[in-house]
């Protein structure tokens, strides 16, 4: 079982992650291959620098091609550790990802869906580099990040093909909780 996790920043992705981690999925990242190939080319890990070049990979070859670095990630791993069967796959932007991912057989693609007030409120926390440090311009990176442009950032697009919704709103606990019972009922 594969299971993609799509939202917006700060909706609680990662935190979700490291609960499915604690229950055995194996996790990786499209962000992480992005840092990867921003290291390749010695570029920082700034987030507008990231969000660029991962632009800048799906216009040059096709729209889907983290997925399929990850796809190629996931086969590699399972040549070494035939006995891993749950993979959790972070930081999905981008509706040629989740086509791309949907060729896996059981793959699964959860929207983490959180307020934007509360999810600024947990970006000022987490306190990360680039960043936004007021409302105004957390809203107006969140509109940058999320447009039509087909090579783009899509995150609306993506959460409205996600096969479940996970609320954040509340504790990391109560959002677990709910992907622990949703789970529950796959079985």
């Known amino acids: 079982m594969i299971i993609g996790l799509t939202g917006k920043n700060a909706a609680g992705k990662g935190e979700l992650a490291k609960h499915m981690q604690s229950k055995g ?7 992480d291959a ?16 990231l ?10 070859f096709g729209n889907g091609i983290l997925a399929k670095k990850i796809n190629e990630k996931i086969k590699n791993h399972q040549k070494i550790f035939p006995q891993e069967k749950f993979f959790v796959i972070d930081s999905i932007r ?13 793959f699964l693609l959860v929207g983490v869906v ?8 947990r970006l000022l ?12 311009e957390f809203k107006k990176q969140e509109d940058k990040e999320n447009n039509n442009e087909e090579s783009g950032q899509q995150l ?23 992907f622990d019972e ?3 009922g796959l079985n």
């Open 125 to 136: 926390k987490r306190g990360r580099i680039g960043d936004a440090t007021t409302f105004e």
């Open 51 to 60: 969000i660029s070049l991962g632009n800048e990979l799906r216009k040059k």
């Open 94 to 106: 981008n509706p040629g990802e989740v086509e791309e991912l949907r060729k896996n057989e059981g």
């Open 114 to 121: 959180t307020d934007q007030k509360i999810r600024f409120q």
């Open 34 to 49: 992005l840092r990867e190939e921003a290291d390749n080319r010695k570029l920082d890990h700034f987030r507008d620098t």
């Open 182 to 184: 949703w789970m529950g």
């Open 25 to 31: 999925f194996v996790y990786f990242s499209l962000s």
């Open 156 to 178: 609306d697009k993506c959460l409205q093909l996600a096969d479940k919704d996970i609320s954040s709103n509340g504790t990391i606990e109560e959002a677990n909780k709910e």
